[in-house]
């Protein structure tokens, strides 16, 4: 089974997803949809790292409940300041960082880019630093101090 469907999930959502964006449900479209969910994972097998484990079902829970809050704040935060007369306060910010796992460093990029007014640009070749712009930051100490506690390290909870 592994040998043809090396990812079942990623099968099912490449399925999925292309009969969602398809005109209309026919035999001709549920056939490219099976083509394209066996086809793409057997192409991108080679370029996939080995899975990670996921521990600390608990703390998950809890992260994804913190990046919806923090995502809604942050896109309030914004709206008002785009919507003030004076410009806003954006800069580059360095995050050090003690993760290593490449599956958690790919989730905090993913939660990067949910959180409205956060950009990822760089990551330092030795993982040890981070480069993020802020749209609006105030106290920078702080905000390093919020991205270490409510990202990074439940990130490392999850998955070293």
């Known amino acids: 089974m592994k040998r043809w469907l090396p990812s079942p999930w990623l099968s099912f959502g490449l399925a999925a997803g292309w009969l969602l964006l398809a005109p209309a449900v026919t035999p001709a479209q549920a056939l490219l ?13 080679p370029l996939r790292p080995r899975a990670g484990a996921l521990r600390r079902w608990g703390v998950l ?34 995050i050090p960082l003690d993760l290593r ?23 330092a070749p030795d993982r040890g630093a981070l480069l993020l712009h802020v749209f609006d930051l105030g106290d920078e100490a702080a905000f390093v101090a919020h991205y270490k506690a409510a990202y990074e390290r439940p990130l490392q909870e999850i998955f070293e």
């Open 33 to 45: 949809a099976l083509l394209v969910a066996v086809g793409v994972p057997l192409l991108v097998r």
């Open 61 to 94: 829970a809890r992260l994804l409940l913190r990046v919806g809050r923090d995502m809604l704040h942050s896109a309030l935060v914004v709206a008002r300041g785009v919507l003030r007369a004076e410009p806003p306060r954006g800069t580059h910010v360095r």
């Open 101 to 123: 796992d490449v599956h958690a460093l790919a989730a905090l990029a993913m939660i990067t880019a949910f959180i409205p007014g956060t950009v990822w640009n760089e990551l």
